[in-house]
């Protein structure tokens, strides 16, 4: 991730507040940027009540099973994500950059680097997390689901679902948004600004609690340690994916608060304190999550000491 910048004169008086020799402002690009947002959201919620009151007079119709609501989930996932990226294409012609610079380049390390955030810093933190619960004596990991094509048919799901959430989620908020404020602020503080509201979003969850939010801010700090060490997204992304696909379908416990139907493993929770367990909003709720994260957080800084040139955060003659 790197600002390029173009040879303009500085502007004088009035234009000042619009623009620097770079340009339009960061405040002001982030604010299009959100308004275009905004106005998405708001075109989105005036169709849904009129087709909500057009269908309140209709016949009834059958109840959806649960896997065909996880499907309109997925497809509904892959649209705001097509969307997001649109978003993001506007604003990148706009400042005449290319879509690499805002967090998810495509590159022929893509895979390598997604599947590396998937396994070892999704799914097998993850595990270690959940072995040393079971070492504690408050989680078994219980019995196998029947390995039949149902079973098949929810993994493949999952898979997609949970892929789509963690680009959504991290493009979303460490992608343009963590781009152009960290322009104006400088890379760590806007990474602080974007964990906060990372678990401020989250609030709204059932289940959720003290311990599980601020853990949600402390991943938002490692995906943006992530960022800035690797020049992208990618790792990230593959965290986000393999961690919550491993929490809902592999080893079947609740995510921020929420069970999921078509899971692997069935546990078993022994009663304990909140702290250690996680209570209702599973893994991320427990204390161990805070403490595995901020470790993970350290370990990968230390493992990756040099920053790729994309990462660079330069604004006013300054790297971040």
């Not at 949970?162 to 991290?170: A, C, I, P, R």
């Amino acid at each position: 991730m790197e600002f390029e910048t173009f040879p303009t004169a500085s502007p004088q008086g009035w234009q000042s507040i619009f623009f620097n020799d770079r340009g339009l402002r960061a405040g002001w690009r982030l604010l299009i940027f959100i308004a275009m947002i905004v106005l998405l959201v708001y075109g989105v919620n005036v169709l849904g009540r009129h087709f909500a009151g057009a269908g309140a007079n209709a016949p009834r119709t059958p109840q959806l099973s649960e896997f065909l609501m996880r499907v309109i989930q997925t497809v509904v996932e892959l649209a705001l994500f097509l969307v997001l990226l649109f978003l993001t294409w506007i604003m990148s012609k706009i400042e005449r950059r290319g879509m690499g610079v805002y967090g998810l380049p495509l590159q022929r390390s893509l895979l390598p680097v997604f599947f590396t955030g998937y396994f070892f810093w999704g799914f097998l933190p993850l595990t270690v997390l959940l072995l040393i619960l079971r070492a504690c004596r408050v989680f078994y990991f219980g019995h196998l689901s029947p390995l039949d094509g149902q079973i098949a048919a929810w993994c493949v799901l999952w898979l997609s679902l949970f892929l789509l959430v963690g680009l959504f989620e991290e493009y979303l908020m460490r992608g343009y948004a963590l781009y152009t404020l960290a322009d104006g602020i400088g890379f760590w503080p806007a990474a602080i600004i974007q964990a906060v509201l990372f678990a401020r979003a989250h609030m709204g969850n059932n289940g959720e609690t003290r311990i599980g939010i601020i853990a949600t801010a402390v991943f938002a700090i490692f995906a943006a340690a992530t960022l800035w060490r690797t020049g992208n997204l990618w790792l990230a992304v593959g965290a986000h994916a393999g961690w919550d696909w491993g929490q809902s379908f592999f080893f079947g416990v609740n995510d921020s608060g929420l069970k999921v139907t078509g899971h692997l493993l069935n546990p078993i929770l022994v009663q304990g304190p909140d702290w250690l367990t996680g209570g209702s909003v599973g893994p991320e709720g427990s204390v161990l999550t805070l403490i595995l994260w901020t470790l993970m957080t350290v370990l990968f800084l230390a493992l990756y000491r040099k920053p790729r040139d994309p990462v660079l955060m330069i604004t006013e003659g300054r790297r971040y």
